[in-house]
C-alpha cells in the first residue's frame, strides 16, 4: 500500500501564498509521477500540476504564472508553491501519485485532501 499525506492548506487573503507538501510512503518500487489536483465545490476535480520523476512539468492554464510545482525525488516529495492566490482557487487540493509496485506498474494513489480557501 503507498500512503499519500498533504500538508499546507488553510485559509489566506487574496494576493497572498501558501504551499503544499505532499510525502508518499509504503511500499512501491517507484514513483513516476506526482501532482496535485482540486476539486471546488459544484465542480469536477481539475488538474492544477503534475511533475515526472525526469523533471517534466504540466500546469493547468489558469494558475501558470502563480503557482509552481517541484519535487524531491528523493524523499518521494511533492511541493506546489501558490502565489498571488485568488478566490477562485478556493478548493480542497488533492495529492496525486502514479506508482510503480509489485503487482502492477501503474497504480493510481490519492491524499486525502486538504483546504485551501482564499477570502476576498
Known amino acids: 500500500q503507498v500512503q499519500l499525506v498533504e500538508s499546507g492548506g488553510g485559509l489566506v487573503q487574496a494576493g497572498g501564498s501558501l504551499r503544499l507538501s505532499c510525502v508518499a510512503s509504503?511500499?512501491?518500487?517507484?514513483?513516476?509521477?506526482m501532482g496535485w489536483y482540486r476539486h471546488a465545490p459544484g465542480m469536477q476535480r481539475d488538474l492544477v500540476a503534475t511533475i515526472s520523476s525526469g523533471g517534466s512539468t504540466n500546469t493547468a492554464e489558469s494558475v501558470k504564472g502563480r503557482f509552481t510545482i517541484s519535487a524531491n525525488n528523493a524523499k518521494y516529495t511533492v511541493f506546489l508553491l501558490m502565489n498571488d492566490l485568488k478566490p477562485d482557487d478556493t478548493a480542497v487540493y488533492f495529492c496525486?501519485?502514479?506508482?510503480?509496485?509489485?503487482?502492477?506498474?501503474?497504480?493510481?494513489?490519492w491524499g486525502q485532501g486538504t483546504q485551501v480557501t482564499v477570502s476576498s
Open positions: 509504503g511500499s512501491f518500487f517507484s514513483i513516476a509521477t
Open positions: 496525486y501519485a502514479l506508482v510503480a509496485t509489485m503487482d502492477r506498474p501503474d497504480n493510481r494513489y
